[in-house]
């Protein structure tokens, strides 16, 4: 599969790329996908321990609609139910205002 269509440079496995999104520079590695057991595998880089993603860490593996996967160290996992619940407000407004009127109708 090739790397996403915002990348700068199409590297081979393994190497670092550069991708430039609303003027803020992510870093990224390439890796490639293992099957181990009955499970497929990603290895994270070494050098990301630090940034908590080290042996024995838990972290929230996120697939959106479009077939994309994040990885959020578990310990941001309540930032992002947050960020959730603030864009599905967002979305569904109008219901939830209609519901809101319909709950103080009936009190």
């Not at 670092?16 to 994270?44: E, Y």
């Not at 697939?63 to 996992?77: P, Q, S, T, Y």
């Amino acid at each position: 599969m090739a790397p996403p269509a915002s990348c700068i440079a199409e590297p081979l496995p393994g190497r670092d790329i550069l991708d430039i999104q609303r003027d803020t520079i992510f870093a990224m590695k390439m890796l490639k996908v293992r099957r181990v057991g009955n499970s497929n595998m990603v290895a994270l880089p070494k050098e990301w321990e630090a940034d908590g993603f080290g042996p024995g860490s838990y972290v929230l593996a996120e697939r959106d609609g479009a077939g994309e996967v994040r990885i959020l160290r578990a310990d941001n996992v309540a930032a992002r139910i947050d960020a959730i619940a603030d864009e599905m407000i967002e979305k569904h407004a109008e219901a939830l205002h209609i519901l809101a009127e319909h709950d103080a109708a009936s009190e």
